[in-house]
């Protein structure tokens, strides 16, 4: 029997201040629920992402750091379609200015500006954690939705799901009944 593998949380920085103190905020906050893993530039925390082995819940990067920023680690998550909500943390930058300066920065990255406070930062990592556990409904409703207008037939939304929810829980199966139920409730009545 193989033990699971723990819920990850990336911390990307180039500070090691950061590094040594984020990891405490976290274990202060949530105990034991999550493994930690630090890196110091983009290009080590874009490794770790690449590994399928990886369980990482949530990604908290620095914008400004010497060998890229943080914003290449942002688009690399959505462009790959992981699914995984980002904080990006800025100390020189406001949110405002780094919306307008990514219009890829969308509701999937919180933009904080540091200093930050030990409960600011909790908070922080509760909402994007939320928002992460909502993919899977989301992607349910979506492909729901497609089959309900024809846009997609039923085994496209079974493809859908099936590699929405192995991204998210690892492999399983998920069945055309369960998405064809799904899209019997949300069609409107005639």
């Known amino acids: 029997m193989s033990a699971e593998k723990p819920e990850e949380i990336l911390i ?30 983009v290009p ?26 943080g914003d290449v680690l942002v688009k690399y998550v959505q462009d790959n379609k992981l699914g995984i909500p980002v904080i990006v943390q800025t100390g020189g930058n406001s949110e405002s200015s780094l ?15 540091k200093p930050i406070s030990f409960t600011q930062f909790i908070q922080a990592v509760k909402k994007a954690l939320a928002r992460g556990e909502t993919k899977p409904a989301a992607k349910l409703s979506e492909a729901a939705a497609q089959v309900t207008t024809g846009q997609i037939g039923q085994q496209g939304a079974t493809a859908q799901l099936t590699t929405a929810q192995q ?24």
């Open 99 to 113: 919306r307008a300066k990514h219009g890829f920065f969308d509701e999937s990255v919180d933009i904080y500006l």
């Open 167 to 190: 991204k998210e829980t690892g492999p399983s199966e998920i069945s055309g009944k369960a998405i064809k139920s799904e899209a019997t409730r949300s069609a409107p009545a005639v």
């Open 12 to 41: 990307v920085d180039d500070e090691e201040l950061i590094l040594d103190l984020l990891p405490q905020f976290i274990e202060k906050g949530f105990g034991n629920k999550f493994a930690v893993i630090g890196r110091e530039n």
């Open 44 to 69: 080590d925390a874009l490794d770790i992402l690449k590994n399928p082995e990886n369980n990482i819940k949530l990604i908290i990067t620095d914008y400004n750091m010497p060998k890229q920023s």
